[in-house]
Structures are given as C-alpha cells and as structure tokens.
C-alpha cells in the first residue's frame, strides 16, 4: 500500500498567535515534531492543520508547542470514550491505539490500560460503526460507554475479578494433582519409588497430560484466544508468550509421553507441572491485579453510589417516587429527615442541617433555608425541605465531578508515550531473545535438553504488563483517592506540574477571606451605647442592598435587635444613606461623607477594616467596624506550603491596607494590591520568565485569564460553576489548605509512578538474563519455569499493591 494512504489531517486551535513571526515558529516547531509530514498555521482563523504518518505522537505535539509558546487544542468532529476489550499487557494497549490511530475515522486516541478504555475523537460524520468493525479485526473489540450518570465503568471489580477468580480455582484445582505427581517425587524419594512401584511411568504422565490439557484449554484457553491470533497477525502480546512458553512445555511433554522414540534418551523429560503451574500463577497474578485495580479505581464507585436511586416529586400538592431519569429542571422534589439530595436544587421552605462531608471534605452540617443551593449526593439532617431541581442529571454537580475524576484518571502523561513505544517492540524481543538462549543452550550447551526450560522460562518471566500499568494505575489511585480528599484534577498536566511549582499565589477574596464583610467591632461615643448604635444602623441599612448594609443586618439579627424603624430613606452613591427614624435625620456612611455633611468626625485608625460612621443630626454616635474575616484554615495552608519550601504570594485587586494586614497576619512576604485581573496575569507571566514554576489560586469568578497564564491553575470550588472551567485543579470545600493536599497528591503520585518504573524495567533487565542461562553458564542453577511463572505474576500485582499505597494518603 503506498505510504501516503497512511498519512492522516488533523486540526489544532493554536494559542497565542500575533503576528506572521508567530505563524512561521508555531509552523517550525510542528515540523519538528515526529510524525508531522507538514503543517500550515492560518494567523486569520488561528489553526492549524498538521498532515500526520504512523509515527505520530499526539502527547509528543502537545509538549512541543506549550515549550514554543503556542499550546494547541484538536478541533473539530466529536468525543468518544470506549471500553477496549482483551488488553492484557503494555504491549497491547500499544498496538490498540496504533489500530485505533492508523483509522481515517479517527482524528486522536489515547488508550489507558489500567481502566481498560480509549478516549478517542471521530472525525465529523465518521461512522463509529467502520471503527467498531475494524477494531474488531484488530483483535481489541471496542463499546461506546454512556454518560457517567447513567452508568458506571464496566470495569468494575464484579465484572472483572469474579471470572478471573473462577478460572484461577478451577486451574489450581486441576493444577495440584499435577504437581504433587512430579515435584512430589522429587522432593520425596520414597514417595517417587511408590508412584514407580504403584502405577509405572506412562499410566502418572497420562494423568498428567490429561489434567495439565484440561487446565491449558479450560481456564488457559484465554491465553490461546488472544494470544494465538495476535501470533498469527505478526503482533505477538504478553498472552502470545504464555501461549508459547506453557503449549511448547505442553508439546514437549506430550510428545515424550506418546513417541518418546523420538526424542533423545537424554532429554526424555516431561515438563506439564510447569505448563499448568504456569497458567495457574498467571490466573492468580491477573485476578489479583483485577481485585487491586479496582480498588484504586473506588473512588468513581463511591461518587456514583451517593445518589439515590428515586426521588420523591411534588405535583399538585401529591408526592410521587420517580426514578431520577424523570426529573427535570423546575420540579418540585421534597427531601425528607436522613434522605440524600436527588440532584441540584434551591430550596424553596423548610429548614435543616445538610451534610456536605462526602463532596466537600467539610465536616460540620451546613444549616439551609429557602434560597440556599443543595447539591445532589449530599445527605439531609433532621428537617423537611421541598426544593425546586435547578440541574439534573449530567448538569449535577456530583455528574461533573464524577466527570472530572475519570477525565484525570484516563489522562496520559508525557513519560508514557516513551512506555508505550517500548512496550510494543517488548514482546517481538523477548521472542527473539528465547529463541537465540535455547538456540545457543541446544547447540553449544552442556546439557542440550535444557534448551525447552531456557526458551520456556524466559518467555513467561518477561513482564510487559507491570510497564504498561506503571503509569496509568498510579494516577488511577492517586487521582481518586485525591477526589476523596475534595481535590479534583481537571488536566493531567496538572499532576505533573503541580509537583514542580515553586511559587504559589493566592487571591485574597473569597480565597483567603470568606469573601464577604462582616462587623468586627462596635465603637460607640458616650452619647451612645453599642446595642443602640447597631439597631440605628441597622435601620438605616434595612432597604440598602449594599453588601456593608447586608452585614449589618446580619450583626444586628445575630444578636436579637430588631433594626429601628425608618420613615424615609435615600442612598448617596459612593457616600452612605441618609435615613429619617424617630422624626431625626440619621446619616451614615464613610468619613468623608459625614465631614461634608457638617458632622465632627474624630479621628480614629482604621487599619484594615472599613469604617462606617454614625451621625444623628449633627451628633456623632461613634462607628461599625467590618472587614472580611479569613478563612479558619487560611494560616494553616500558609504554613502548610511554607514548610514545603513553597514561596506564597498574594495578588489582589484590594487596597493596600486590607491587603497588607492579610499578608501581615498569614506571614505572606510578597503582597501586590489593587491589581486588576490583567495585572495579576502579567505579574504571574513575569515570575514564569523569572524560570519560577507558579501556581494560581483563585475562587475562579473573575480569575480566568490569570488561572490560565499560571503553570496550574487552583480554582476553589465556591465558586462552582465557573470554578469548574477555569481551573485545572478544582478545590470542591473552598478551603485554601486544600492547596497543600493538592501538591502533596501530586508529589506523592509522581513518586509512586517513578518507583513503579523503577520496579518494571529493573525487573525485565535482571531476570531475562537468568532466565536465559546466565547463572547456569556461571555454575549456578536453571531457572525453573514455574518460578519465571511466579516471578511475572508477582511484578504486575506489585506495580499496582505499591500504586494503593496512595489510597492511604491523608489531607494537608
């Protein structure tokens, strides 16, 4: 077929482009890219369209163009993530996404072997049923999976581990006859003379043959379903060396069993013990990595069981159960004592204490009333509340985080693409390297029957499975186990990056500070009292909407004064209210209003409160206090990131005296005040060419362009819907100290994916060569193939034993 048949055009929204010199580096640096034949930018449309081969390296092109200073985005046809079917090993996870790639259907696929799926993008109008066809014939069978609120990952543990476990016992039931017999015998003497003496030599390898073929076509014939088509597509995978290793120690002891004519004298030795034992630790080893897996993967299964099942809709004055799927936004849906919320909603009346523990991380109830928000998942107190659903399924917020979650645990991060390219040429070497060892041992050896256990045994202790999950099953445990925590990752970028940040900066508003004013304190002169003072105040306030006015009302209902009544009232925009109470002129408002309305305000020292004056007529009555209080744990996650060796600064668009008392109180070095949201970006950009690593975070409501300049954007979760889009970590409680659990995640993660490699490669370099001989050749010992056997099974199954430890992991 000729070459240019392959070549493939894909779209990419280009950031950042200006000029035409920004036109000719982003096309350069796409050129330079592996796979990429050629590549036009459009300054106009600002676009790109990049002619691609079979080398193509879509994670490899992201990497290139954030370095050049030109991100890219795919554009264009649509979405899909689908359950890939018969992925074993690291090895065939990489041929699943060169088949899925080398598609015209398909724009870009990314395949994840630890969550066994693909999130792949279709070109506009491309059959999804073609790829479904072909993927069929390549041998890794893929299924559109649903929206997460209508399903769960078919991945599941009982979908998964219960087969498994069945074949394992089946095999091991089958499997022990076999090896007592053999080994038996040669651990035991007396007991191999008795077998001799009892039976004779043909009649204990027939029931030998029998067993071990019952144990290779019963739970083994996995092994040969996809491990032999895979061989005869030239694209041998981890099944294709089991398939060789246990069915060559199978035909080997067949053969010596039926026409030991045949073989030499000297090698008339029967190997089906280490054929079924082989099978048998393989099942063990693939059932308990499937029973880890889906440990690591909890965390979605526990999002997805906070939502009831019905929910109880009010029409008409009637109650009636509904399944979810029947709400819409609008109804009425009433929520009784101990109940869990059905989907987002505004309670319309009733009063309770909702607990929020299991989405926020907070663990104290939050009291709600009519107009509070609720979100789906969480679960009632001991009141009543009818409210009015406001999103519903996938619009929820626990549809979105649930989203989230498994968005950041199918992301890829750039050292598995080289993983990946390795783990395809693994098994064709591993090949190659048996057949050169038992070649080698058969022709030059001293004990050329021992060429079958060479072969054998470096075919089944090869591992390309504990590769392919080091990666994938570290960020499966890490990122769920941070969704518990209250810490979503929305880029997987951000999992990596977040471990290399040096400077973190901190909006002070909302993110610092519970983003709304409050009265701190009560100054009363000697005509006044403080009780009265407040109910003054309070009055004149009550038809204000202005949010001092709103903390006075509140200061004055939290201590059972009811605001004194007012006759007139009008509003001096930037000054204060002018109120009429009691037949009196009541004025109040900032310093500078009441001095030029005649009234003698005496000095006093603000400091990083706001002052608002009382004056009655021309008395002065004395001032309220309010500032925005911070957040309880705000110190905490200061120290938490200063410990860390983390630099903290705060950006804000406040004044310097509130922004300098905040930095002052939390032990922030670096204050920058009344920044507006471009000058925060251009401040985070310069600390970025300053070769600092900076994080932002902010409440996301008016953060958007600085989250997207920092090298991780932090958005706190309060402020939900537009927190969710701006950030590439989202903090679900709104708590700063989930800052530092954020990093800690990160850290930890990528230290746990680096001791995975670690485990993976080092094991493959040092026992292919014991397996090929290499202790033999040194006056050591062979290794046996049921050790190879345990060997392989136990490397998977610790990859992802070590990936749980990060389940452990606890808040900042």
Known sequence: MPRDTQHKTRRYAVDNLTCGGCVARAEAALAAVPGVVSAQVNLATRRADVVTDDGFD?????????????????????????????????????????????????????VNLALKRADIRLAEGADLARVEAAMEAAGYPVTPLDAPETTSDPDTPEDETAPLRRAFLWAAALTLPVFVLE????????????????????????????????????????????????????????????????????????????????????????????????????????????????????????????????????????????????????????????????????????????????????????????????????????????????????????????????????????????????????????????????????????????????????LIIACPCAMGLATPVSILAGTGRAAELGVLFRKGDALQDLSRVTLVAFDKTGTLTEGRPSVTAIAPTNDCDEATLLTLAAGAEAASEHPLARAILSEARARGLTPARTDRFEAVTGGGVVAMIEGETLRLGSRAFLEAEGVAVPPTDPGAATEVHVARGALYLGHLALSDKLKPEAARAIAALKARGVTVALLSGDAEGPVDAVARELGIDEAHARLSPAAKREQVAAWRKQGLKVAFVGDGLNDAAVLAEADVGIALGTGTDVAIEAGDVVLVSGAPTGVATAMEVSRRTLRNIAQNLVWAFGYNVALIPVAAGLLALLGGPFLNPMLAAGAMAASSVLVVLNALRLRRMEAA
């Open 58 to 110: 879509a994670t490899a092109l992201d990497a290139a163009m954030r370095g050049a200073g030109y991100p890219v985005q795919p554009t264009g046809g649509r979405e899909l993530r689908v359950a890939v079917a018969n992925m074993t090993c690291g090895g065939c996870a990489s041929r699943a996404e060169t088949a899925l790639n080398a598609l015209p259907e398909v724009l870009e696929a990314q």
């Open 183 to 458: 080994m038996g015998g040669h651990l035991v003497p007396a007991f191999h003379h008795w077998q001799m003496q009892a039976f004779g030599t043909f009649p204990l390898r027939l029931v030998q043959f029998v067993l071990t073929t019952a144990v290779l076509f019963g739970p083994g014939r996995v092994f040969f379903r996809l491990g032999v088509p895979a061989l005869m597509k030239g694209a041998p995978e981890m099944n294709s060396l089991v398939v060789l290793g246990a069915g060559a120690a199978w035909a080997w002891s067949t053969v010596v069993t039926f026409a030991p004519q045949i073989i030499p004298e000297t090698g008339r030795f029967v190997y089906f013990e280490a054929a079924a034992v082989i099978v048998t630790l393989i099942l063990l080893g693939r059932w308990l990595e499937g029973r880890a897996r889906g440990q690591a993967g909890a965390a979605i299964r526990g999002l997805m069981a906070l939502r009831p099942d019905t929910a109880l809709r009010v029409e008409n004055g009637q109650e009636t159960e509904v399944p979810l799927s029947e709400l819409r936004r609008g109804d009425l849906v009433r929520l009784k004592p101990g109940g869990r919320v059905a989907v987002d909603g505004e309670v319309v009346e009733g009063e309770t204490y909702i607990d929020e523990a299991m989405l926020t991380g907070e663990p104290l109830p939050v009291a709600k009333r009519a107009g509070d928000p609720v979100t789906a998942g969480t679960v009632n107190g001991t009141g009543t509340l009818l409210y009015r659903a406001t999103a519903v399924g996938a619009d929820t917020v626990l549809a979105r985080i649930v989203a989230m979650v498994e968005d950041a645990q199918a992301t890829r991060l750039p050292v598995q693409s080289l993983i990946n390219r390795v783990t395809a040429i693994f098994v064709p070497v591993v090949l190659v390297i048996a057949l050169l060892a038992a070649g080698a041992w058969l022709a030059f050896g001293p004990e050329p029957a021992k060429a079958l256990v060479i072969g054998v045994s470096v």
